[in-house]
């Protein structure tokens, strides 16, 4: 008879073997898919996560890469030359698949799959001049209309029998970006759920069926497809289940931002399902110049959550078959840098959780610390430290927990007027600020972390510190923000104001940028500065508001 000590021994070895092998073999989501998105009409990112052969490297088993195989084809076999030999339009065209095509190769020597990121509808301009009105309704291109459809097959026809190494495709709608496509022009084909009915139909009969490829059909639209169940489920309910066919979406409830919901569509109806989750977080939080560790509250949730949800929730429903990474892009413009540290830790963390998710975030962080940056077990300790204060550091840095401020005002490298005119209605100056005097501690605590870690690579160790310092030097820009556009609130909403207080402030804006841009000479690694003189996509740049503010003394 077995005695209780000898039985309590045995069920302790038998959890390490079962915690063991789940770390090691466990094979829950068998898609794990990797993107570089370049920014639409910039130059390309030179990063190894473009590479498929390290992808491979890490046990990616797909790549999502964005080279325009819509615009790779001719459509001859629509009409013979209907665009024209011996024109720019054409020679274009036949460039653009030559290296689509080299691309591919590179990909089949290291046996990674590729699925591209594809606009739907994009077409070459002459064929749509040709078929314009034959394909809109009210100005728009629809679905619903034949000669659509008709050149929707030319074109998946055309992508195949250019490239057919191609494992298949990701079809993109809803943002249509022409910026490095001069000669071609097209917009979403489907809003309504009618129309997704019908264009899901098509794809999958031209992907799935007729050729046994992969489908990824992407729900990202603005509030609609993506985010409203109702609306989810009466399109993906009209379409019959394929094994090829999976419908990608977005880990939240709107864009990648913090303080909205996990993605309510998630896990409904009756398709498989993959999780996009983007390492740039929607471009709103820094993209990776500085410190913010996005593992846990990607994989928890998120500290502000009131219902806390996370992908490690995931688990027990059959549907989700893997997830879609993004390590570079998800917005415009920079902040630029050529250090990819806080990159290679945010995607590390996913990606292992990916491959098993049964561990715990904090094991996978450790072990990259120890195993990958070669941390001692004090510093191990500090690192965490830092990336844990980071989370909230950045968020309340530029965000609120009083009230729900505007996420879109400090996008990709512009810093915007954020209206402020809430806080002051609601009585909330005073507590404001002294949230963002109590963050800018925490930077502080984090750049002193920063300097007592000492890294193996003597590059990382300089970023470690260069980004650190470049982060709280950005917050406290951001807090003078704050506090100048608290001013400006109370002038628009007729109240007095101090102007002393606005002097200094202004004094201390210009001269703390003097700061950053001294701090960004004397160090080669520091990322490129914000601009606070331009916006693009967002709101009024902060120096037009600056300038009311001086005229005001």
């Not at 691309?103 to 002459?126: C, G, H, W």
């Not at 846990?296 to 992908?311: L, N």
């Not at 923000?481 to 109370?490: D, Y």
């Not at 007095?496 to 700061?515: A, T, V």
Request: glycine share 4%; proline share 4%.
């Amino acid at each position: 008879m077995v005695s209780i000590k000898k039985l309590i021994i045995l069920l302790v070895i038998f959890s390490i073997i079962k915690d063991t092998l789940y770390a090691q073999n466990n094979d829950r989501y068998p898609i794990v898919l990797n993107m570089v998105h370049h920014n639409p009409g910039e130059p390309i990112f030179y990063t190894k996560y473009a590479q498929p052969n390290y992808l491979k490297e890490l046990n990616y088993n797909g790549q999502v890469p964005k080279f325009f195989v819509e615009c790779g084809i001719t459509y001859d076999n629509l009409y013979d030359e209907i665009v024209p030999q011996k024109t720019e339009e054409r020679l274009w065209i036949e460039r653009e698949a030559t290296a689509i095509q080299m691309q591919i190769d590179f990909a089949r020597e290291a046996n990674m799959p590729l699925y591209p990121f594809t606009d739907v509808l994009v077409l070459p301009k002459s064929v749509m001049e040709k078929f314009k009105n034959q394909m809109t309704t009210d100005g728009h291109l629809s679905i619903l209309k034949p000669k659509t459809q008709e050149i929707l097959r030319a074109q998946i026809n055309g992508i195949f029998d250019r490239f057919p190494e191609l494992d298949g495709l990701t079809i993109r709608h809803g943002e249509t970006y022409l910026f490095d496509t001069p000669f071609h022009i097209g917009e979403t084909p489907a809003r309504t759920p009618k129309e997704h009915i019908e264009l899901i139909k098509i794809l999958k009969e031209e992907i799935c069926v007729k050729r046994n490829k992969t489908l990824f059909y992407r729900t990202w639209d603005f509030g609609f497809f993506h985010t409203q169940p109702d609306f989810y489920k009466e399109v993906t309910d009209a379409i019959e289940s394929h094994s090829l066919l999976y419908f990608s979406i977005k880990h939240t409830n709107a864009d990648f931002l913090r303080n909205v919901p996990f993605n309510t569509t998630i896990g409904l109806g009756k398709h498989q399902q993959i999780v996009e989750i983007s390492i740039n977080q929607a471009g709103l939080y820094g993209k990776n110049s500085h410190p913010y560790y996005i593992g846990k509250g990607i994989i928890e949730g998120w500290p502000e959550m009131t219902q806390k949800k996370g992908i490690k929730d995931l688990y027990d429903d059959s549907k989700i078959k893997g997830f879609w990474v993004w390590t570079w892009g998800d917005g415009w413009a920079g902040p630029y840098f050529s250090n990819e540290m806080w990159i290679h830790l945010n995607e590390y963390i996913i990606r292992q959780f990916a491959k098993n998710p049964l561990r715990k975030e904090e094991d996978i962080f450790k072990e990259y610390a120890v195993q990958k940056l070669h941390l001692s077990d004090v510093d191990a300790k500090k690192f965490r430290e830092l990336c844990l204060l980071s989370v909230n550091a950045v968020y309340l840095g530029q965000a609120s927990n009083l009230f729900d401020a505007d996420a879109w005002w400090a996008r990709d490298q512009y810093l915007t007027a954020i209206n402020l005119k809430e806080v002051i209605t609601k009585a909330l100056k005073k507590e404001v600020i002294t949230e963002k005097k109590k963050n800018l501690d925490v930077w502080r605590q984090m750049e002193q972390l920063s300097r007592e870690i000492n890294m193996k690579n003597e590059k990382d160790n300089t970023f470690l510190k260069v980004s650190t310092t470049y982060g709280r030097i950005k917050y406290e820009i951001i807090d003078l923000i704050w506090k100048l556009q608290l001013i400006a609130a109370e002038v628009d909403l007729k109240k007095n104001i101090d102007k002393k207080e606005l002097k200094n402030l202004l004094e201390q804006y210009e001269y703390k940028w003097n700061e950053w841009q001294e701090f960004k000479k004397n160090n080669p690694s520091c990322p490129t500065l914000y601009l606070d003189n331009k916006a693009v996509y967002v709101k009024n740049p902060f120096q037009e508001s600056v300038k009311i503010l001086k005229a005001l003394l």
